[in-house]
């Protein structure tokens, strides 16, 4: 059994996801198969045959959102099963925010599943294909005011700071080589850099998503009616960088917020340390362990039973 102690459990968001993720905890354990066809039946398909097989959809943002949601809420469930995990703090990058809130007992799973499900294919209309374009800056101790500096005037925004030495703009295709082009000379005489455009589908984080706010802000009112807002406080907030507050329409606010704005997920993770060092992140993909690094945090990561049979070796 897990020792009783203050646990912090946390999600990555879209770009973790992987074909046939979940796959040995929807065989092993009953509890996680129940996970996936409660989402099926909420969505009206097959979410195991998507996430299990070489289906197309799973990298289709309509699909990849609700895709990863059950897999991380299915894991979850079966290491709570199995091993008698639990946390008591939750943090979650991106759309893992919103399985964040699902583990706290924030959001209804099934519910939340047609949210997101929603929110993937509002984010992918948004903009055409190749429209909007993404990219990683990776460098020690990066200067986010200079960051912001260079991209004045400009149709690009900081999407993610994701630790002291990674941050991700969002924007217009166009403006990157630009962008590029001003750090070179920034950089030029200073400490080292990489500027790593990103393979995704659309600029999430940005201003270009301003136009979804509002038909995303109607879902959330009309889908998630059931929330419970006393156990928000649990959870960490990637617009405000800190702990949401007990109020659904702040909780509703956060969440539209997100959507075209920065994810504080630095400050989310100081917020979570300063509860427990005890971090576990949860999902197919273990992006966030990293950036737990660069704050001085050990984060154990499960992306799989191996994975989790290691971490609790012992455990009943």
Not at 100 to 113: C, D, K, Q, S, Y
Not at 188 to 193: D, I, L
Request: charge should be neutral; charged fraction near 20%; glycine fraction near 8%.
């Amino acid at each position: 059994m897990i020792e009783s102690k203050s646990i912090v459990a946390v999600f990555p968001g879209q770009g973790s996801q992987r074909t046939g993720m979940g796959k040995d905890f929807y065989e092993q354990i009953p509890v996680c198969r129940q996970t996936y066809e409660e989402a099926s039946d909420a969505l009206g398909l097959d979410v195991s045959s998507i996430c299990f097989n070489e289906d197309a959809r799973l990298n289709l943002t309509e699909y990849t959102q609700p895709c990863i949601i059950t897999t991380e809420i299915a894991m979850l469930r079966g290491l709570s099963q199995r091993f008698d995990f639990s946390a008591q703090w939750f943090g979650g990058h991106s759309l893992g925010e919103f399985a964040a809130l699902i583990a706290a007992g924030v959001m209804p799973f099934a519910e939340t599943v047609k949210i997101v499900r929603t929110r993937g294919k509002l984010m992918q209309e948004a903009v055409p294909v190749g429209i909007g374009s993404m990219a990683a800056v990776i460098s020690e101790n990066i200067d986010i005011n200079m960051l912001k500096k260079l991209l004045e005037n400009l149709p690009v925004d900081i999407a993610n700071i994701n630790s002291a030495n990674q941050v991700v703009i969002s924007g217009e295709a166009t403006a990157l080589p630009e962008i590029e082009k001003k750090m070179a000379q920034v950089f030029q005489t200073g400490k080292p850099y990489r500027f790593v455009q990103l393979n995704v589908s659309a600029p999430f984080h940005s201003r270009i998503m301003k136009k979804i706010e509002e038909p995303f802000f109607h879902t959330l009112k009309e889908v998630g009616g059931d929330l419970k807002p006393q156990n928000a406080p649990k959870v960490t907030s990637n617009f405000t960088g800190s702990f949401h507050k007990n109020d659904v329409a702040s909780i509703r606010g956060n969440l539209v917020n997100q959507l075209s704005n920065t994810v504080n997920w630095r400050e989310n993770m100081l917020c979570l340390a300063a509860k427990s060092e005890e971090v576990f992140e949860i999902g197919p993909g273990r992006p966030l362990r990293e950036f737990f690094k660069t704050i001085g945090v050990t984060c154990q990561s499960i992306t799989g039973l191996a994975a989790a049979e290691k971490v609790f070796a012992g455990a009943n």
